[in-house]
């Protein structure tokens, strides 16, 4: 013959069960809480933020994006011709981001001066983070956002005085 289990036992096994559930969110929320936290650096006077940051950016008005490899020579000739005709863009927040070593990313920063001009922002995310936000494995890739909107969006280098009329 089967017993049914008593009353307390069963409010017994439910709270274990609800304590349990509430241990797992917690910690859940503390861990990922500390995985955002490690992923906001600073270097040389610039900051390298979140990717939770560029949302918060694009509501800010006009955004460049720059999705940039440190070591591709395109890119690099990209973010020159950026800096040559930085007046073109004087209106604009510019963001670069890249998903490749952060050393990698200092370096290319150092080399060129980035950290002189205040209106830029460098990223350093995930590989997998930026191709599922931007879909895009191509660099460079250039996003070019006014008020928050995507107006354009051009893969490969291209000289920036010949964006003029989505600027």
Not at 55 to 79: K, M, S, W, Y
Not at 89 to 106: A, G, H, P, R, W
Not at 145 to 165: P, T, V
């Amino acid at each position: 013959m089967r017993s049914i289990p008593k009353r307390g036992t069963f409010f017994f096994v439910i709270y274990i069960f609800v304590i349990v559930c509430l241990s797992f969110v917690l910690f859940y929320k503390l861990s990922h809480n500390h995985y955002l936290n490690n992923k906001i650096n600073s270097f040389n006077g610039y900051n390298c933020i979140s990717d939770s940051n560029i949302i918060v950016r694009l509501g800010d008005g006009n955004t460049i994006i720059l999705l940039f490899d440190p070591e591709c020579f395109h890119c690099e000739n990209q973010i020159v011709n950026i800096l040559i005709n930085i007046d073109l863009v004087q209106n604009y927040n510019l963001i670069f981001i890249s998903c490749q070593e952060i050393n990698d990313i200092k370096e290319f920063s150092n080399k060129h001066k980035l950290y002189l001009n205040n209106k830029i922002s460098i990223i350093k995310t995930d590989c997998g983070i930026l191709s599922n936000n931007f879909h895009s494995d191509k660099f460079p890739t250039l996003f070019i956002f006014r008020n928050g909107k995507l107006i354009k969006r051009i893969e490969n280098q291209i000289d920036i005085k010949n964006i003029k009329n989505y600027l």
